[in-house]
Every structure is written in structure tokens, then in C-alpha cells.
Nanobody
Framework: QVQLVESGGGLVQAGGSLRLSCAAS????????AGWFRQAPGKEREFVAR????????SYTDSVKGRFTISRDDAKNTMYLQMNSLKPEDTAVYYC??????????????WGQGTQVTVSS
């Protein structure tokens, strides 16, 4: 049984930082495409950052480039999202996702339960 469990969300002031974690069981991140998505109130879920299935390629949505960094610890089978210079518009529920295809998208097979990130102005 696959489980993805996010943690690390919270309330932070604009300009602050948070690091989200996604611990996996039932799958190995180094053999899956995986990434982070977010959903703000009243909006659709959107892509934030991801690894390719090989882990060698990363990509980010334009609005977080230079501020967010995705990383992975294979020994812990955990994926991270370091978020710096946070803005109020980053407020959302953040989800990790994984898929056995070459690219993780909004149609990914496996999802975590989400962790709330709130950035105050």
C-alpha cells in the first residue's frame, strides 16, 4: 500500500521560509516521478515543482523559480520542498504526488493528504 505523508506546513510571515517534507512508503522515490502541487482556496490544483522519474531533471513553475528548491533524500525515501522568500500568494494546501510514468502531473496516481501553508502579509 502506497502512502505519501506531508509535513512542515504552517503560518509564516511574508519573506520567511518553510521546508515541506513528503515521506513515502510502498514506493521508492528514486524510481518514480514525483513532485509538489498546491491548491489555493477557490482555485484549481497547480504544479509547483517536480523531479523526472530518474531524478536527474527538475522543473518549477515560473512563480516559484529562484525561491523554491525541490530535493530528495533517497536513504530516507523522503522528498522536500524548501520554500524561501515566501509571499502571501504562496498560501495554499501543498500536496506531494508520485507516478510511475516519466512525468508527474495533476493526474498522478499517488497523492499525499496535503499540508497547509499560510503566508501573512
Amino acid at each position: 500500500q502506497v502512502q505519501l505523508v506531508e509535513s512542515g506546513g504552517g503560518l509564516v510571515q511574508a519573506g520567511g521560509s518553510l521546508r515541506l517534507s513528503c515521506a513515502a512508503s510502498g514506493l521508492t522515490f528514486r524510481t518514480y516521478a514525483a513532485g509538489w502541487f498546491r491548491q489555493a482556496p477557490g482555485k484549481e490544483r497547480e504544479f509547483v515543482a517536480r523531479f523526472s522519474w530518474s531524478g536527474s531533471v527538475t522543473s518549477y513553475t515560473d512563480s516559484v523559480k529562484g525561491r523554491f528548491t525541490i530535493s530528495r533524500d533517497d536513504a530516507k525515501n523522503t522528498m522536500y520542498l524548501q520554500m524561501n522568500s515566501l509571499k502571501p500568494e504562496d498560501t495554499a494546501v501543498y500536496y506531494c504526488a508520485a507516478d510511475s510514468s516519466g512525468l508527474v502531473t495533476i493526474r498522478a496516481r499517488y497523492w499525499g493528504q496535503g499540508t497547509q501553508v499560510t503566508v501573512s502579509s
